[in-house]
């Protein structure tokens, strides 16, 4: 279906706002940063799909990080892609594994993975699903900084009198 890519956005962040706002630990909540473009994007997508890969990098996002940090969640569009990315102040990945990191189980360290519980499936799912929709994922991360997730859709020119070239 033809979807408003900011409005479906805001959607599933609003879900996440939700559950932290029922934590009964203030001092433990984690603050979602939307910077989006105010341009609306409309891509032509499987709006389930894409909740999915959404869902799994923003739960990697908060089960990776201290509590109570911050995590930017950004939405801009280039020439071709909408581009979503969702940046976190957590543990980040070790310069050898992130070429690893989309592999089927694959997990960082055993020990500390242990501790977080996790299949390892949900990145090597969403780059699969990510695929399917025409575009890809990938990371930008610091070991001991944090972690950028990236994801690319491409988006079909959609003439509602916007001037698509002046961007
Ligand atoms: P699940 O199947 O429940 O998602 P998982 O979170 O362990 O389990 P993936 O989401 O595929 O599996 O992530 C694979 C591994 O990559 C994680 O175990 C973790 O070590 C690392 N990882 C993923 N996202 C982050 C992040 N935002 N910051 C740091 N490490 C991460
Ligand atoms: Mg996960």
């Given at each position: 279906e033809y979807v408003n890519l900011n409005e479906l956005l805001n959607y599933i962040l609003n879900r996440f706002d939700m559950i932290i706002e029922k934590d009964d630990h203030p001092e433990k909540q984690y603050s979602i940063k939307r910077e989006f473009t105010d341009k609306d994007i409309w891509v032509e997508l499987d709006t389930d799909k894409f909740t999915q890969v959404v869902d799994n990098l923003m739960n990697n996002a908060i089960k990776y990080s201290p509590d109570g940090s911050e995590i930017i969640v950004r939405l801009l569009q280039t020439h071709n892609y909408a581009i979503l990315s969702v940046t976190d102040q957590g543990l980040g990945i070790p310069r050898k594994d992130v070429p690893k990191?989309?592999?089927?189980f694959f997990r960082v360290d055993k020990a500390r993975s242990r501790k977080q519980?996790?299949?390892?499936l949900g990145l090597a799912i969403s780059k699969e699903v990510v695929q399917l929709l025409g575009g890809r994922i990938w990371v930008d991360s610091v070991e001991g900084k944090g972690s950028t997730f990236y994801i690319s859709l491409p988006f079909e020119k959609y003439d509602a009198g916007d001037d698509w070239d002046a961007e």
């Open positions: 990191i989309f592999d089927r519980g996790g299949t390892g």
